[in-house]
């Protein structure tokens, strides 16, 4: 009987021990609240910190999620999906309890996503859908809408009396998103081009989406037709950026149409010196706080409910697709500077004092 008792005591003391013992698996996570106890680890696995913007997008996630007590593992793979592979799969086998990934290559991720569902692990595609799988939840903005205002805004300024002559610059090809950005503009301009308003002198993909590769493409399409167009329909800042290099080099910069999305601080700063004419500004904290807590939901197994959702080649995924908005040099002040993703000394600091409109009331004396 004795042995019976002492050995009931044990077993209690043992799960006791090994409880804490889990408990404090994935601990040294950060500072904070008693919500750590959960001991929530995320595993968040970026494709690039290239542009700015993502760089915003992993600290604001990281801030929300040890907000509500759980630590992230973060893990950029430099736009090289054999080294994105290998991040996840250490992420996996640290045994985090949810999987955050911007894909570089949306279909190649999708093995990523049976690995992990295999290890039990949840995944959730941030930015950029990943192909072909069970994904849990895709979040992101409104993809499909960026590429429409991008046309919008284009042909809302393009020359009416005469065909328009345009460049067009998409994205990567291994990112979902330069699809559906071009899929936007498509369904603004494809009347106009049928009708003969608009003409594609010349258009093409930059890979990775490097700047260097968006001026390489703007150069041949000087090359090739001279410096007789009209505008560049860029899907982003960063090769915004690329092409007006190419518009300074035949000094032209600022007297053609130069779309962009991301509204970067340098993208921004071109916009209000009238280098380039908008830009798409995609409010990053809804996205990355969202996203943690998501990922925080779904790693305790809480159930999603969300409004919207994408076909990825396999199943229709949950998605949460946020808003976006068009900024140009008329409402930088009301909408990035408003936001405060970037200040107003930052935005004008190339402006002369004289030259810049006043600060809006909410903005003065920081
Ligand atoms: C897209 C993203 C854009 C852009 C681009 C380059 O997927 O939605 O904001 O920056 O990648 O990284």
């Given at each position: 009987?004795k042995?019976?008792?002492?050995?009931?005591?044990?077993?209690?003391?043992?799960?006791?021990l090994?409880?804490?013992?889990?408990?404090?698996?994935?601990?040294?996570?950060?500072?904070?609240?008693?919500?750590?106890?959960?001991?929530?680890?995320?595993?968040?696995?970026?494709?690039?910190?290239?542009?700015?913007?993502?760089?915003?997008?992993?600290?604001?996630?990281?801030?929300?999620?040890?907000?509500?007590?759980?630590?992230?593992?973060v893990?950029?793979?430099n736009?090289?999906?054999?080294?994105?592979?290998?991040?996840?799969?250490?992420?996996?086998?640290?045994?985090?309890?949810?999987?955050?990934?911007?894909?570089?290559?949306?279909?190649?991720?999708?093995?990523?996503v049976?690995?992990?569902?295999?290890?039990?692990?949840?995944?959730?595609?941030?930015?950029?859908?990943?192909?072909?799988?069970?994904?849990?939840?895709?979040?992101?903005?409104?993809?499909?809408?960026?590429?429409?205002?991008?046309?919008?805004?284009?042909?809302?300024?393009?020359?009416?009396n005469?065909?328009?002559?345009?460049?067009?610059?998409?994205?990567?090809?291994?990112?979902?998103?330069?699809?559906?950005?071009?899929?936007?503009?498509?369904?603004?301009?494809?009347?106009?081009?049928?009708?003969?308003?608009?003409?594609?002198?010349?258009?093409?993909?930059?890979?990775?989406?490097?700047?260097?590769?968006?001026?390489?493409?703007?150069?041949?399409?000087?090359?090739?037709?001279?410096?007789?167009?009209?505008?560049?329909?860029?899907?982003?800042?960063?090769?915004?950026?690329?092409?007006?290099?190419?518009?300074?080099?035949?000094?032209?910069?600022?007297?053609?149409?130069?779309?962009?999305q991301?509204?970067?601080?340098?993208a921004?700063?071109?916009?209000?010196?009238?280098?380039?004419?908008?830009?798409?500004?995609?409010?990053?904290?809804?996205?990355?706080?969202?996203?943690?807590?998501?990922?925080?939901?779904?790693?305790?197994?809480?159930?999603?409910?969300?409004?919207?959702?994408?076909?990825?080649?396999?199943?229709?995924?949950?998605?949460?697709?946020?808003?976006?908005?068009?900024?140009?040099?008329?409402?930088?002040?009301?909408?990035?500077?408003?936001d405060?993703?970037?200040?107003?000394?930052?935005?004008?600091?190339?402006?002369?004092?004289?030259?810049?409109?006043?600060?809006?009331?909410?903005?003065?004396?920081?």
């Amino acid at each position: 009987m004795k042995t019976r008792i002492g050995l009931v005591v044990l077993s209690l003391f043992l799960s006791l021990l090994i409880g804490i013992s889990l408990g404090n698996r994935h601990s040294g996570a950060s500072s904070g609240k008693d919500a750590k106890d959960t001991g929530v680890v995320i595993g968040l696995s970026m494709d690039t910190l290239q542009e700015a913007r993502w760089q915003a997008d992993r600290d604001i996630f990281v801030a929300r999620a040890e907000e509500l007590g759980a630590s992230v593992l973060v893990q950029s793979a430099n736009s090289d999906d054999t080294r994105q592979m290998q991040d996840i799969q250490s992420l996996i086998s640290n045994r985090v309890d949810v999987l955050v990934i911007v894909p570089h290559n949306g279909k190649a991720m999708a093995r990523a996503v049976k690995l992990a569902h295999e290890a039990g692990i949840p995944v959730i595609a941030y930015d950029r859908l990943i192909n072909d799988s069970e994904l849990d939840l895709y979040i992101s903005f409104n993809n499909i809408l960026v590429g429409e205002l991008q046309a919008q805004f284009l042909v809302q300024h393009l020359p009416k009396n005469r065909p328009a002559r345009i460049v067009r610059l998409y994205g990567a090809k291994t990112d979902h998103n330069s699809f559906l950005f071009k899929q936007g503009q498509d369904n603004v301009l494809q009347p106009l081009i049928d009708a003969g308003d608009i003409i594609v002198l010349h258009e093409d993909w930059a890979e990775n989406w490097k700047p260097e590769n968006a001026k390489k493409i703007t150069n041949a399409a000087i090359t090739r037709h001279g410096t007789d167009f009209d505008a560049i329909l860029s899907s982003n800042d960063g090769m915004a950026g690329g092409a007006i290099q190419a518009l300074r080099e035949e000094g032209i910069a600022g007297k053609i149409l130069v779309t962009g999305q991301d509204a970067e601080l340098v993208a921004c700063q071109r916009i209000v010196a009238g280098q380039q004419a908008m830009s798409i500004y995609k409010p990053i904290r809804n996205l990355a706080t969202q996203a943690a807590e998501y990922a925080v939901k779904l790693a305790r197994g809480k159930p999603v409910i969300v409004r919207d959702s994408m076909f990825n080649g396999l199943i229709d995924v949950p998605s949460v697709l946020l808003d976006v908005i068009t900024v140009t040099r008329d409402n930088i002040r009301e909408t990035v500077i408003a936001d405060g993703f970037h200040s107003y000394e930052d935005v004008y600091r190339s402006i002369p004092a004289s030259q810049r409109p006043p600060r809006l009331h909410s903005q003065e004396h920081p």
